[in-house]
């Protein structure tokens, strides 16, 4: 069984993208390369002035099609720092079925120390729903002008997690170092926290399981960004004395699933 714990529909403001829709992300890519099931959530929530706008788009999308509903895993996209962001979680959670919340500090304009952001992480944690992080969207190099220029390391995102240990993390398209001194690792160690294999951090996979253990990483795509096989790759290449069937199956499905209790 494969589970991409990342991926998306929806525009991206400043280049085409093929297989952003949900038709075309199962038929297209799916179907097509063995993929059981995505978590999902809306490209466009990370422009939209007001990010409740893509989560309804991505709540009738996924209910225009009664497979649809058995193939996706919907997270919400939630802006702390904007008008009736309680709410909007609220709705998230009770009327749509999202099953986490992905946050884009960046692209939103806060910091991970902002009141809203950690309170917004603390209810996340008292529903039992995951906090996904992407680390980049898109390499700022060719990217617009009208892009952000900033990307994450990895240590960017050990604050929140030292503020709120006790929530769950998913941390996506790890694209840069992931470097930690001892103290962060230990925080990462510690915490229910998930990897993708989408980030080209991913790299150093084998030493990053020699770190953390393969009850840390999940597979992912980063669709439609980034190609949909490079982060299955990085697992089912793995050398037996790397990460033998078991552990391969654990990052393939068993972590993601005992993660969202689906």
């Not at 038929?27 to 706008?53: A, P, W």
């Not at 709410?87 to 749509?96: A, I, N, T």
């Not at 951090?201 to 980034?226: D, R």
């Amino acid at each position: 069984m494969l589970i991409d714990s990342n991926a998306y529909i929806g525009h991206w403001p400043f280049r085409y993208r093929r297989f952003n829709t949900c038709k075309a992300l199962l038929d297209e890519r799916m179907e097509k390369f063995g993929v059981d099931v995505s978590v999902i959530s809306n490209l466009d929530g990370i422009y939209y002035k007001n990010t409740q706008k893509a989560n309804e788009e991505l709540y009738r999308e996924i209910n225009s099609e009664q497979r649809f509903k058995d193939r996706f895993i919907p997270f919400a996209i939630i802006n702390p720092i904007y008008n009736g962001w309680k709410d909007d979680f609220e709705v998230c959670r009770k009327q749509y079925g999202m099953k986490g919340i992905r946050l884009y500090p960046k692209y939103h304009g806060y910091d991970l120390n902002n009141a809203n952001c950690i309170e917004l992480v603390k209810m996340a944690r008292d529903h039992g729903m995951p906090v996904a992080f992407t680390l980049r969207i898109v390499d700022s190099r060719p990217s617009s002008w009208h892009d952000i220029e900033e990307e994450w390391s990895l240590s960017d995102v050990i604050p929140i997690i030292r503020e709120v240990p006790d929530a769950k993390y998913m941390i996506l398209n790890v694209a840069n170092s992931t470097n930690l001194d001892e103290e962060e690792t230990s925080v990462l160690k510690k915490a229910d926290a998930l990897l993708d294999t989408s980030g080209r951090g991913m790299n150093s996979l084998v030493e990053l399981l020699s770190t953390y253990g393969a009850e840390k990483f999940v597979l992912g795509t980063h669709s439609p960004i980034l190609d949909y096989c490079t982060g299955l790759l990085r697992i089912e290449s793995l050398y037996e004395d790397e990460a033998n069937q078991k552990a391969k199956d654990k990052m393939l499905s068993q972590n993601v699933m005992d993660f969202l209790d689906v």
